[in-house]
């Protein structure tokens, strides 16, 4: 199975700031890659899907980038309602993986 | 609008059974793959289930295989998630999901419904 690990697990930033999150894969990936926004007690939000391409309505400071091994979400200036945990998914045929999590934190 | 309403969950033993419910609005159900994914206190997202448009196509993640059924009616835009033999480590929020093929992602999610195991 293909696992999808995150980094960091944690992020502290400020507002404005510009940040990355990764996500590595243990194999080079032939399927989808999507991220999603999670805020406590509520349901994720999809962000990105199939790597790059930006879900409507999702604000476009907001990107995504990458292939093979390794996928990024980019935030280009930080805003008070950004910070959340972020996860990635892949999709391949049958199987459905989740990063295990970035939490975003308020330096 | 757009929405997924999820039911069902609740208090119950190790080894008994809950039947979960979502109940779709605002899209053409019948015309969408669904997903089930739950995430355990503190914990990650963890899915679980996928069932075809047509209900011709059912994956399961390989640690649910056998104790977890999802099954759908199109005529009741109803998405099902029985669960059997539970376990304490099964105590999660259970989330419904749209699935977009094309996407590879979940582009619409219920609110989530708990389930906790415990004697």
């Known amino acids: 199975d293909i696992q999808m690990t995150q980094s960091p697990s944690t992020l502290s930033a400020s507002v404005g700031d510009r940040v990355t999150i990764t996500c590595r894969a243990s194999?080079?990936?032939?399927?989808?890659l999507a991220w999603y926004q999670q805020k406590p007690g509520k349901a994720p939000k999809l962000l990105i899907y199939?790597?790059?391409d930006l879900e409507s309505g999702v604000p476009s400071r907001f990107s995504g980038s990458g292939s093979g091994t390794e996928f990024t979400l980019t935030i280009s200036s930080l805003q008070p309602d950004d910070f959340a945990t972020y996860y990635c998914?892949?999709?391949?045929?049958?199987?459905?993986?989740f990063g295990q999590g970035t939490k975003l934190e308020i330096k | 609008q757009v929405q997924l309403v999820e039911s069902g969950g609740g208090l119950v033993k190790p080894g008994g059974s809950l039947r979960l419910s979502c109940v779709a609005s605002?899209?053409?159900?019948?015309?969408?793959?669904m997903s089930w994914i739950r995430q355990a206190p503190g914990k990650g997202l963890e899915w679980l289930s996928y069932i075809s448009s047509s209900r011709n196509t059912l994956h399961y993640a390989d640690s649910m295989k056998g104790r977890f059924t999802i099954s759908r009616d199109n005529a009741k835009n109803s998405l099902y998630l029985q669960l059997n033999s539970l376990r304490a480590e099964d105590t999660a929020v259970y989330f419904c999901?749209?699935?977009?093929?094309?996407?590879?992602?979940?582009?619409?999610w219920g609110q989530g419904t708990t389930v906790t195991v415990s004697s």
């Open positions: 199939k790597a790059s």
């Open positions: 999901a749209r699935f977009i093929h094309d996407y590879g992602a979940m582009d619409v």
């Open positions: 998914q892949h999709y391949d045929s049958f199987s459905y993986t």
């Open positions: 605002g899209f053409t159900f019948s015309d969408y793959d």
């Open positions: 194999q080079s990936l032939t399927g989808r």
